[in-house]
């Protein structure tokens, strides 16, 4: 019985210095970066503005990290579906953190049916610093999803450099 009690002892010693280790590894708060609504308008008048200069009309969304909209434009005559669709690609990048286009595969798999989700390009994740996601854009009215997804890259480029300089 005495020994058992000095390995509880011994293991409740290892534990308790073990802890501080622990908690400095894994912190109660984690600090989160957003794009601000002026970033997001930004982002969605570039894009809209990147279509134009092709002749196409177009919808932008840009959703938060947690795909929650932030801003959507429809140009003039953009059908209104695409207010929508620009919608579900931008949640589908932010939810995957990976453009849309990369996505296409699993387009006709179970997650792929998922309701609210589009993985047809035109969908791109906002990065700071190449990998930290503060957001998601969207784009839908071109004749095809690449030229959406060239437009949502216009809108994100607009302001990548402010992003990756943390202003």
Do not use: H, W
Request: glycine letters at 8%.
């Amino acid at each position: 019985m005495m020994a058992m009690v000095k390995r509880l002892t011994t293991a409740l010693a290892l534990l308790c210095l073990a802890a501080p280790a622990m908690a400095e590894e894994s912190p109660m708060v984690v600090q989160l970066q957003r794009l601000s609504l002026e970033a997001a308008v930004k982002i969605a008048e570039g894009a809209v503005a990147a279509c134009r200069e092709k002749g196409i009309q177009i919808a932008v969304t840009v959703v938060d990290r947690e795909g929650q909209v932030q801003v959507t434009l429809r140009d003039t005559i953009a059908a209104p579906i695409t207010a929508r669709i620009s919608e579900m690609k931008a949640y589908t990048a932010v939810n995957f953190n990976a453009a849309t286009s990369a996505m296409s595969a699993r387009a006709d798999t179970p997650v792929g049916r998922v309701p609210g989700l589009v993985m047809s390009p035109g969908g791109l994740p906002v990065l700071v610093g190449g990998s930290s996601l503060v957001a998601g854009v969207g784009v839908s009215g071109a004749p095809d999803g690449e030229t959406d997804e060239a437009c949502a890259q216009a809108g994100v480029s607009r302001i990548q450099d402010e992003l990756d300089m943390g202003t």
